[in-house]
């Protein structure tokens, strides 16, 4: 965020340099059980991103300190492959991965009952194998989509989706230039049917009703989302007549 | 400290329902209002040996954030510019609950809350601590030593650390580059936490308030009234009217700490 540049991120004609409007989605397309051996699974595309979700569980949780009597405990890994990124990044956790794995983990928490299943973790592994900006939200809705085809029993479909502020303007779901140059970035996480908010990051630099609009435009293009989700879902569950 | 939880020990089922008992009569568990922060006390200049330093008591909970300022190599993609790190230790003298050992999650959030303040907020002119264009630059390290955890580090560490950004000073003449000078300070971002309560929302929870809090949000405002961060914790959820209450909360606040980070003191601590 705020690399100074003379790149002009918006044309004279209002769009985008990926030819998008300001309240514009990338195209994003999702598919549900795509991994054999994990208890559910989803892969997302979404503009340049290419995320794999994978759930295990409710299994026991280990190491047993770790297990709480009354829920299960949910334990999200964001990660990105060493290629995803134009610099190789070095495998394993760094302080963004980890940081990013809590508020992940804390979001998805939010929908899934987990008092229906104490003493067990429930692990869920986003692997990021390429990268375009908006990765944490991407990869929120491809486990939302991992979950439900794990089977969990959950009160919505959470929906990742991020706005944010791009030469003065607010606009929806940054690409990596618009990441890398714009002046702020709200990744967002969402539930469709009540409205909550549930993860809600940002950095940069914007006014009170420039923030609001950028929240106000994410939670609308959730809903959008969200039917992008359960279509998936029925091209898995639902036979074709 | 590894695998420990922030929130100290499980409070009893009783006191969860006195606070919220509390909280429907309008107050809280130490009297305040739910839009009313601790008392803050800032002590800049505590550590000598640090180039800026702060102590900082919000309540009970105590943060010294100290600032190091050494000479390095600019990151490749960013030659023209200063380098800004910032890292938080949990000391385990500060908790029962912080346990030695590589920083944890919470850790890690912590510095990265902080750190997204300061940077996004501008609140140093990275520019100005270029000494030679892709060869040198001052390193700015911001490190954050929680000495008692008493509840809301966010707030008490962001506090610590602009303070200390204010008291720094680059120690040129040690490198044999000119004069030191202040560190140069552009603005002044300020986080404000709010922890929600059954339906109602607190500003600067303390330890009991933030162990049956069911969300948190920290919101980073600078003295022209702009956002430059947020962070939402926890696994439950806010409405989009209880995130502009908050915004708007955060702001009135964030003016009244800016007004204490930039008070006079003089650094001679008792």
């Not at chain 1, 569980?57 to 990660?79: D, F, L, T």
């Not at chain 1, 989509?145 to 969990?152: P, T, W």
């Not at chain 2, 839009?35 to 105590?62: C, F, H, N």
Request: charged share 30%; with cysteine.
């Amino acid at each position: 965020m705020g690399i100074k540049s003379d790149i002009r991120l918006i044309d004279d004609n209002g769009l985008r340099i990926d030819g998008r409007l300001p309240n514009q989605l990338r195209p994003i397309k999702m598919e549900v059980g795509v991994l054999d051996r994990a208890d559910g699974s989803a892969y997302i595309e979404w503009g340049g991103n290419k995320i794999m979700a994978a759930v295990y569980g409710p299994r026991e949780a280990y190491p047993k300190h770790v297990q709480e009597a009354e829920k299960a405990i949910i334990r999200a890994r964001y990660s990105m492959a060493p290629f995803s990124v134009d610099e190789r990044k070095r495998p394993g956790p760094d302080r963004r991965a980890v940081e990013l794995s809590k508020v992940i983990s804390e979001a998805l928490e939010s929908v899934i009952f987990v008092e229906k299943y104490p003493r067990t973790s429930i692990d869920v592994y986003i692997e990021v194998l390429q990268a375009d900006a908006g990765t944490r939200v991407a990869g929120i809705t491809a486990a939302s989509l991992a979950l439900a085809d794990a089977g969990i029993p959950m009160r919505d479909l959470i929906v990742g989706c991020a706005a944010g502020k791009i030469d003065g303007v607010v606009v929806l779901d940054l690409n990596k230039e618009e990441d890398n140059y714009g002046e702020a970035d709200v990744p967002m996480a969402i539930l469709p049917r009540t409205r909550e908010i549930a993860l809600l990051q940002m950095d940069g630099d914007m006014t009170y009703e420039e923030l609001t609009g950028a929240i106000e435009m994410a939670m609308e293009a959730a809903q959008t989302i969200h039917k992008m989700q359960i279509e998936a879902l029925k091209r898995k569950y639902v036979e074709v007549e | 400290m590894s695998n420990s939880k922030f929130t100290a020990g499980v409070i009893p089922e009783m006191k969860r329902d006195y606070i919220h008992r509390l909280a429907s009569k309008g107050t809280r568990i130490d009297g305040r209002n739910f839009d009313e922060i601790r008392p803050l006390e800032i002590v800049k200049g505590y550590a000598k040996r640090a180039e800026g330093s702060a102590l900082v008591r919000l309540g009970r909970t105590k943060v010294l954030v100290g600032v190091k300022i050494e000479v390095g190599t600019p990151f490749p993609d960013t030659p023209n510019m200063g380098i800004l790190t910032t890292n938080a230790e949990l000391a385990p003298l500060a908790s029962p609950t912080f346990e030695p050992g590589p920083p944890g999650e919470e850790a890690i959030e912590l510095a990265r809350v902080v750190d997204r303040g300061i940077r996004e907020g501008h609140a140093i002119d990275l520019e100005k601590l270029v000494i030679e264009e892709g060869e040198k630059v001052w390193i700015v390290f911001i490190d954050i030593h929680v000495l008692d955890y008493d509840g809301n580090l966010f707030d008490a560490s962001g506090y610590g650390a602009l303070a200390a950004l204010t008291d720094a000073v680059v120690p040129a003449s040690r490198y044999e580059l000119g004069d030191d000078f202040k560190l140069p300070v552009l603005h002044y971002p300020v986080p404000v936490t709010f922890a929600k309560i059954g339906n109602w929302i607190v500003a600067d929870p303390n330890l009991d308030e933030e162990s049956i809090a069911s969300a948190r949000l920290t919101v980073t405002t600078n003295e022209e009234g702009h956002i430059n961060a947020m962070q939402k914790g926890l696994s439950g959820t806010f409405t989009y009217e209880e995130v502009q209450k908050v915004i708007n909360m955060s702001m009135n606040i964030g003016a009244k700490v800016r007004e204490i980070i930039l008070g006079d003191s003089d650094g001679k601590e008792d």
